[in-house]
């Protein structure tokens, strides 16, 4: 089997990185040298025997660079581009440009043994000891892991986690569990008005309303930078976050979170073709539809 030097293994991981990142486009080597904080001259001068390996390929032009061969991605046994489903990874509460790309559980025959080794397709120096790490979903499986970081290894780009909680999303679509009627606040209402009604059904954020269209969503955050800023005698349009994303009802619970994590809100319309007839929010499908598994 090929060996590699610890310095070309780390030039490869960064090249596949950057490469996914860049959807394909070819990566240069300053780019390379910066995420891993080497020399450029050292990853010019590693580029040529990766070259020579069959590992890395260039790409000539003012928009060259270079770009990882299938073996390399068979070596390193990292999913090509094409075939890649990007599996989140949550670092104290905050995601992370990187993707798990394997979890290796404890063995059934050592129930007591709780910690998981996650292959990492990033760059894993954002992630240290004592780190908390919320995994997942994962494909197929659709398995989420909540664990505390203890150990990492460069070498294989892994982390070493004690396991907390592991669970399997349910199967279910939003329509099953979507909250209804929908409880709206009007975009010309005070702060401290909506703020009320956030606490009148004990509600972490509601859509904003203007003429009978959803434009904007209010919340514990929108509420607290308002508190800070003196604007609870503001109208909430001021202080919205002025987005709001629709899903059909028949949106797997899967499919929402990923919405949610790519669009950045902790709360969904729920349509019923294209009508909007109820919400489905992070904190329900995670501490309601598993309340044991999350406590």
């Not at 090249?15 to 996914?20: G, H, N, Q, S």
């Not at 992630?127 to 294989?156: F, H, K, Q, S």
């Not at 294209?274 to 598993?290: C, D, N, Q, S, Y």
Request: glycine share 8%.
């Amino acid at each position: 089997m090929l060996e590699l030097t610890q310095i070309q293994k780390d030039i490869l991981y960064a090249l596949i990185t950057l490469y996914k990142r860049k959807s394909g486009s070819s990566i240069k080597g300053e780019e390379i040298a910066e995420l891993i904080n080497r020399n450029p001259g050292t990853v010019r001068n590693q580029m040529q025997a990766l070259r020579a390996l069959g590992l890395v390929e260039g790409v000539p032009g003012p928009k060259g660079g270079y770009r990882p061969t299938a073996r390399a991605y068979e070596l390193l046994a990292i999913t090509k581009p094409e075939e890649a489903v990007r599996v989140p990874i949550v670092v104290n509460g905050e995601t992370i440009d990187a993707s798990a790309e394997e979890i290796s559980l404890p063995s059934l025959s050592h129930p007591t043994v709780c910690g998981a080794r996650v292959r990492v397709l990033g760059d894993i120096r954002k992630i240290n000891p004592g780190d908390r790490v919320i995994i997942g979903p994962t494909p197929v499986n659709e398995l989420m892991v909540w664990g505390r970081v203890t150990g990492r290894d460069d070498t294989t780009n892994s982390i070493v986690i004690e396991i907390e909680k592991i669970f399997a999303l349910p199967k279910d679509r939003v329509g099953e569990h979507m909250s209804s009627p929908i409880i709206t606040v009007g975009a010309d209402d005070k702060v401290r008005d909506a703020a009320k009604v956030l606490a009148k059904y004990n509600i972490h954020s509601a859509p904003v309303v203007e003429n009978g269209k959803y434009i904007g969503l209010f919340g514990l955050v929108q509420l607290a930078k308002a508190l800070a800023n003196d604007m609870l005698d503001k109208p909430v349009r001021d202080v919205m976050l002025p987005k709001v994303v629709f899903v059909e009802k028949t949106t797997k619970i899967r499919e929402a979170l990923r919405i949610m994590r790519d669009q950045g809100v902790r709360i969904l319309v729920v349509t019923d073709s294209g009508k909007p007839v109820g919400v489905i929010t992070v904190h329900r499908i995670l501490i309601e539809l598993a309340p044991e598994q999350v406590k």
